[in-house]
C-alpha cells in the first residue's frame, strides 16, 4: 500500500477475477462440452491439447525438481568450476553430459536456464547450458533405445540419430559462444525475496518460479499444436514420397509443427513408411531440438529476443546436420 | 497476476491433475502408464502452492488478509500477465474435459501403424474359443504373421462402429505417447452379424466375434482386414478409450 498507483479496487484484483471464471467455468463447462459434440474439429483441438500438456506435466515436473536442486546446491560459480577451461572442451562435455538426464526436452529447458546462471556469466557457461538443452533430451537412453524399437531393422538409425542430435547441440554451443550475446537473455532468474531461508524455501521456490513459467509456455505451445495438428491435411504425407528434397523439408516443418515427446517421436516417424528414411531422421533430429511449445518455453525461460533467433538458428542447424549425417550413415534416399 | 494468485491457479493445476487421476479420465489424453508419474506431479504442484502460501502468510507476521495488495513488499520478481494461460489447462481437465478422440477426429483412416513390426511367425493364440485380440494386432497378425495364427480361427474384437457408404468397419484409435499421435486402426465388418452392426449409430462401441479373412498370399503391403462376423454385442466404453 506504499504507492498509491498500485492498489487496485477489491472488486477487480486478479484474485477476484480468477474465482468468478471458476465460477462460470463450473456453470458452463456442460454447454461447453454440449457445444463440442457438433463440432469434431474443436473437439480434437482440446483433446490434443490435453494430450500434449498432460504427456509434458510430469517431465516439467521432474525438470523443475532439478532446477530447483541446482538453485539449492549449484551455485553458477561451481558449474563454471566443473567445467573445462576451454569454451570448445566445456561445449562438448556438456552435449555427452545431456545423455544422463534421461527425460524430454520439456524438462530440460528450465534446467538449462538454472544452469545458465544470471551472474556475469561467461560464453563458455551459457554456450555450455545451452548445448545441455538441446542434447539432452535427442541422446539420452530412453530415447535411443526407443528408436532402436521403433525402427527394428535399421540399426543405423539410432547411431544417425546420435551423430546428429549431438552435433547439431554442439555446433548450437558453438555458434552461442561465438555470435551470442547476453542482453538477448531479457528473462532473469528471480532472486527470492526468501533468500535468506531454508534450504527447502529456497528449493520450493525456484521449482515454483521454472513450473510457473515454464508451464504457462507449454500452455501456448500445445495450443499452437493443437491448432496445426486440426488445421493440417494428413494427405500432406502421401504427395512427399517421390520428392527427397521437399520431403526433408516438410518433414523437419512436420516435426517442429506436431511438437511430439522426443521419447514418442521414433514410433510416429517409423510408421511413415511412405516416406524415405532420411527425412524421417531429420523429424527425430529437429523435433527434440526444436519445436512449437520449445519455441514458447524458450521466450519465456530466457526471453523472445533470445527465441526469435536461438530456435530459427537451431531449425535450421539441425536440418542441414541431419541431412549430411543421413547421408553418410543411411547412404542417401532409401 | 499476483502471487496469491498464482498460488491458487499452481494448487487448482494440482487438484485438476489429481482429478483426472483419480477419474481415470487422463486415459483420454495419454497412456495408463503415465500414472504413477502424474499422481507425483499432481502431489509436487500441490506442496508447492501450499507451501508458498504458508510462507507468504508467515512473512507477514500472520495477518495474511488483505493479501493482493499487501504483497507488493514480496518482491515482484517477474509477476507477468502470462501465468494467466494456465487457467485453459484448468479449465479443460478440470471442467470440461474433451472427450477422448474418435474416428471423425482421426480421419482420414490411417493403417500404417503395424508397418512397424517385420514379417515374423507370431506366437499362437490362446486355445480358448474365442480368445479377445486388440484391433491393432489383429491388424498386424494378419498382414505380418508368417504362422498364419488367425488362420480360420474365431476370435473376439472390441472396437467402435464407422459407417461408411452402408459398410460398416470396427475401429480403434492406436496412441503412440498421448493424444496427438492417435491414428485409427480398422477392420471392414462383413458377413451375417454385419447387419446388426450397421443398426448402431455411428461410434457405438461393440464386442464383435468372427473370423478374419485371410489376405491374399500375392497381395504386397498392408492391407485392411475383412472379418466375418457372427456376433455382434454392444457394451459400454471401455475405461481405456485407445490402444497401444
Known sequence: MTVAGRTRPRFAGPMQLLFAGLIGLALFAGTIRAFMVGRPDLAKAATVF??????????????????????????????????????????????????????????????????????????????????????????????????????????????????????????????????????????????SPHSGGSKWTVFSEAARHDFLQAASYLVLGAATAAALNVLMP????????????????????????LALCSEADAFVAASLTMLPLLPRLVFLVVGPAVDAKLFAMQAGVFGRPFATRFAPATFVVATVVATVVGLFFLGGAR | MS?????????????????????????????????????????????????????????????????DHRDADIEHAHRSGVVWLLVLPVALLGFVVPPALGARATEPAVTDLPRLVMLRPFPPLPADRAPELPLPEVVVRVNRDSAYTLQGRLITVTGFTIKEGGEVDLGRVVIICCAADGQLSRLHLRGPAAATAATYPEETWVRVEGIVV???????????????????????????PYAY
Not at chain 1, 143 to 159: I, K, N, R, Y
Open chain 1, 50 to 191: 490435453c494430450g500434449v500438456f498432460v504427456q509434458a506435466l510430469p517431465f516439467l515436473a521432474f525438470g523443475v525438481v532439478i532446477s530447483g536442486l541446482i538453485a539449492t546446491y549449484v551455485s553458477p560459480d561451481r558449474v563454471a568450476r566443473w567445467l573445462p577451461r576451454r569454451t570448445g572442451a566445456a561445449i562438448l562435455t556438456a552435449g555427452v553430459g545431456g545423455a544422463a538426464l534421461p527425460g524430454c526436452e520439456c524438462g530440460a529447458v528450465p534446467v538449462a536456464r538454472r544452469l545458465f546462471g544470471d551472474g556475469p556469466s561467461s560464453d563458455r557457461q551459457g554456450a555450455a547450458a545451452l548445448t545441455f538443452m538441446l542434447a539432452a533430451p535427442a541422446i539420452n537412453p530412453v530415447v535411443l533405445v526407443s528408436t532402436a524399437v521403433a525402427f527394428p531393422g535399421e540399426p543405423a538409425m539410432v547411431g544417425a540419430r546420435f551423430t546428429a542430435s549431438l552435433l547439431t547441440a554442439v555446433a548450437m554451443g558453438a555458434i552461442w559462444s561465438r555470435w551470442g550475446r547476453a542482453d538477448w537473455i531479457t528473462r532473469r532468474l528471480p532472486r
Open chain 1, 234 to 257: 494428413p494427405s500432406v504425407y502421401e504427395h512427399l514420397a517421390g520428392q527427397l528434397l521437399l520431403g526433408i523439408l516438410t518433414m523437419a516443418v512436420l516435426a517442429f509443427v
Open chain 2, 3 to 67: 502471487r496469491n494468485t498464482e498460488n491458487v491457479v499452481l494448487f487448482l493445476l494440482g487438484m485438476c491433475t489429481a482429478a483426472i487421476v483419480v477419474t481415470g479420465t487422463f486415459t483420454r489424453y495419454v497412456k495408463p502408464t503415465l500414472m504413477p508419474w502424474l499422481a507425483m506431479t499432481a502431489v509436487l504442484l500441490v506442496v508447492l502452492a501450499l507451501s508458498a502460501a504458508i510462507r507468504d502468510v508467515r512473512a507477514r507476521g500472520g495477518h495474511g488478509d488483505d493479501a
Open chain 2, 214 to 240: 485371410p489376405k491374399p498370399s500375392d497381395m504386397a503391403g498392408l492391407s485392411t482386414p475383412t472379418m466375418t462376423v457372427s456376433a455382434v454385442t454392444p457394451i459400454e466404453a471401455p475405461q481405456n
